[in-house]
C-alpha cells in the first residue's frame, strides 16, 4: 500500500465518522425522557408503599367490629400479595433503566421496549386490583350507611341491587379509563419521545 491508498483510506475513515456526532446527540436527547420515566417510577413505589401502609389502619380509623377486621385482613393480605409481586417487577425494571446507558441505537431499541412491555405490566397490576378498590369502596359505603340505618343483605330490594351493580360497573370502568390515562401521561409519552429518537436515527 502506497501514501495514496493510506491518504484515501484516511479520507474515507474521516467521511463515515461526520455523523457519529448527530446520532450521539440523539441519543443523549432520549436520556431526557428516560430521566423522567425514572423519576415518575421513584415516586410510584413511595406512593404505593404509603397507600399499603394507610390501607393497613383502615379498621382501627373506621373501628371495625372483630368479625368485619379478620374479612378485612384476609382481603388485604391477598392485596399486599399482588401488590409485592408487581412492585418487584417494576423494582428491577427500574433498576436496569437506572443501570442503562444509551451509547448505541441497540441500547435504545431494547430500552424502549423494555418500557413498552412495563407499561403493560403496569396495567396488569392496575387491573388486578381494581377488584379490590371495588370491594374497598362498596364495604366502606355500606359501613357507612349502617351506622344510620339497619341494613340486612337478604332484604335489601332488587332495586337496590341493580344500583349496586350498576356502581360496580362504573368504579371498574372509571378506575379502567383512569388506569389508561394514568399510564399514558407517566410514561407514554415519554416512551413516545423514545420511538421518535428511533425514527430519526433509522432513517440516517
Given at each position: 500500500m502506497d501514501f495514496n491508498d493510506i491518504q484515501n483510506a484516511w479520507n474515507n475513515d474521516k467521511n463515515e465518522n461526520v455523523t457519529l456526532p448527530t446520532n450521539l446527540e440523539k441519543l443523549q436527547a432520549a436520556n431526557t425522557p428516560l430521566d423522567k420515566i425514572r423519576k415518575n417510577l421513584k415516586n410510584e413505589f413511595i406512593y404505593q408503599i404509603i397507600s399499603i401502609v394507610v390501607l393497613a389502619f383502615v379498621p382501627l380509623l373506621y373501628g371495625f367490629s372483630k368479625s368485619i377486621t379478620i374479612l378485612y385482613f384476609t382481603l388485604f393480605s391477598i392485596f399486599v400479595a399482588i401488590c409485592v409481586y408487581y412492585?418487584?417487577?417494576?423494582?428491577?425494571?427500574?433498576?436496569?433503566?437506572?443501570?442503562?446507558m444509551l451509547n448505541t441505537k441497540d441500547s435504545l431499541y431494547e430500552t424502549y421496549f423494555d418500557i413498552r412491555?412495563?407499561?403493560?405490566?403496569?396495567?396488569?397490576?392496575?387491573?388486578?386490583?381494581?377488584?379490590?378498590?371495588?370491594?374497598?369502596?362498596?364495604?366502606?359505603?355500606?359501613?357507612?350507611?349502617s351506622k344510620t340505618q339497619e341494613i340486612v343483605l337478604n332484604n335489601l330490594q332488587n332495586s337496590h341491587l341493580i344500583i349496586l351493580f350498576v356502581l360496580i360497573a362504573f368504579c371498574i370502568l372509571f378506575m379502567g379509563i383512569a388506569l389508561e390515562w394514568w399510564v399514558k401521561y407517566f410514561y407514554g409519552k415519554y416512551a413516545k419521545e423514545i420511538k421518535k429518537v428511533l425514527e430519526e436515527l433509522k432513517e440516517q
Open positions: 412492585l418487584l417487577k417494576l423494582y428491577f425494571f427500574y433498576k436496569r433503566i437506572n443501570n442503562v412491555l412495563n407499561m403493560e405490566i403496569y396495567k396488569t397490576f392496575g387491573f388486578a386490583l381494581t377488584p379490590f378498590l371495588v370491594l374497598f369502596l362498596v364495604g366502606l359505603m355500606y359501613f357507612e350507611i
